[in-house]
Each structure stands twice: as structure tokens, then as C-alpha cells.
């Protein structure tokens, strides 16, 4: 199957500080790609759809501020979670659509935040 | 929205026993499932898939059923391996508008396989 990749794997940062988070395909031109979330021992809960070039759709209740998106080329998505704070502690995970007309995802391995 | 739910939350078996997850869903338009296994601290995998236009689909030791009328699916994995151990979840997703390729996700199964 398709690869994609995130860096970094793990990251440990001060509150109030930024993070960036990167997610590649490695393989494939992704047209959309989708960030998520997922606390210990729960679901995978999606935080925002990126399509390249234009502007990223937040889910509800996702601040689209503090979650900055930003999708600059078929292969490269970044995440900035900008002032963090120990309730973003979470791990991220990113994953990649090739485009239609099957809906297949491809998962990067996590970016594990921890907010200090 | 779509609305998934997952059954059961944890699932222990022996080695070499079956095992069956099953999911429901609440939205008719879906028409793309997979399922996907985590393990601890790495991003799910893709194992298996199935569209709206197709009942049953085998890979190896695992298979999915697919119940559009019910609007439920399942997931089966003969021959239980420890390493089969790990999170399942199942996915669903609606073609078309702004909800195009959204996976909406069950809540997860703990499989543990007891050599």
C-alpha cells in the first residue's frame, strides 16, 4: 500500500510554544488529506479535511487558530498546534486520499505531543 | 452525520479460535468500509476494505461482510495468531460534497490473542 510519513515521531515542547508537524506521501499525490486525534484508549476523532491549494475544513468545535493547516503541494500537509497547552497533549496522526473515485486512507505512524 | 458503533469493545480469544467484530452504521449514503488495526503507539493499518456494491470480500485469514439493508458490517479473523493481537477499528465513509472521503470511526476493539 501507499506511504506516508510524519515527523516527528515524538515531540515534547513548553507551554505556550508552537509545534509543527509534518505529513508526507511518499509514493502518491495525495489531493486530500486529513489530520486527527486520538486520546489514550479512544477512537480516532478527525480534527480537519486539506485539499492542496486551498484552504483546510475544520470539524466542529476544532479552533481553526490554534490548529493551523496547511496543505502546499500534493505530497506535504503541516499541522501547527500555535500556543500549546497540556490539554493538546494528544497524538496526531495524519492520513492521505489519493482522489476518486474510491476513498481509500493512508495512515501515517503518529506524532505523539506532549505539552509541558 | 454518520454514526458508527462497534462491537464488542474487548474481545479475548485463544490461539487459533475466530473472531468477529461488528460494526453499524447510520447513514444509507456510505459506501466505502475499512478496517484498520493499531498498534500501540503507531498509526492504523489498512487490512481490509469493502464497498456498497459488494457483499463479502476474503483476504487470507481475514473477511468482511457487508449487510447494506441492515447497514451493518463485520469483520472475521480465522486462525488466530497472537500477533493478530492489537486495536481494530472499523471506518465508514459517504461519497460526494463537502463530506467527501470523511472517514467516521467506531469506537474501536481490543483484540487479544492468548497463546
Known amino acids: 500500500g501507499a506511504v506516508v510519513s510524519q515527523h516527528p515521531s515524538r515531540v515534547i515542547c513548553k507551554s505556550g510554544t508552537s509545534v509543527k508537524i509534518e505529513c508526507r506521501s511518499l509514493?502518491?499525490?495525495?489531493?486530500?488529506m486529513f489530520w486527527y486525534r486520538q486520546f489514550p484508549k479512544q477512537s480516532l476523532m478527525l480534527m480537519a479535511t486539506?485539499?492542496?491549494?486551498?484552504?483546510?475544513?475544520?470539524e466542529q468545535g476544532v479552533e481553526k487558530d490554534k490548529f493551523l493547516i496547511n496543505h502546499a503541494s500534493l505530497t506535504l500537509s503541516t499541522l501547527t498546534v500555535t500556543s500549546a497547552h497540556p490539554e493538546d497533549s494528544s497524538f496526531y496522526i495524519c492520513?492521505?486520499?489519493?482522489?476518486?473515485?474510491?476513498?481509500?486512507?493512508?495512515f501515517g505512524p503518529g506524532t505523539r505531543l506532549t505539552v509541558l | 452525520g454518520e454514526n458508527v458503533e462497534q462491537h464488542p469493545s474487548t474481545l479475548s480469544v485463544q490461539e487459533g479460535d475466530s473472531a468477529v467484530i461488528k460494526c453499524t452504521y447510520s447513514?444509507?449514503?456510505?459506501?466505502?468500509f475499512p478496517w484498520y488495526k493499531q498498534e500501540l503507539g503507531k498509526g492504523p493499518q489498512l487490512i481490509i476494505d469493502?464497498?456498497?456494491?459488494?457483499g463479502e470480500k476474503k483476504d487470507q485469514r481475514i473477511a468482511v461482510t457487508l449487510n447494506k439493508t441492515a447497514k451493518h458490517f463485520s469483520l472475521h479473523i480465522t486462525e488466530t495468531q497472537p500477533e493478530d493481537s492489537a486495536v481494530y477499528f472499523c471506518?465508514?465513509?459517504?461519497?460526494?460534497?463537502?463530506?467527501?472521503?470523511?472517514?467516521?470511526f467506531g469506537q474501536g476493539t481490543i483484540l487479544t490473542v492468548h497463546p
Open positions: 492520513s492521505a486520499a489519493g482522489g476518486a473515485p474510491y476513498n481509500e486512507q493512508f
Open positions: 509514493d502518491f499525490q495525495a489531493t486530500t
Open positions: 486539506s485539499n492542496e491549494g486551498s484552504k483546510a475544513t475544520y
Open positions: 447513514d444509507s449514503a456510505s459506501n466505502y
Open positions: 469493502i464497498r456498497s456494491n459488494v
Open positions: 471506518a465508514a465513509s459517504i461519497p460526494g460534497g463537502t463530506s467527501y472521503g470523511k472517514l467516521t
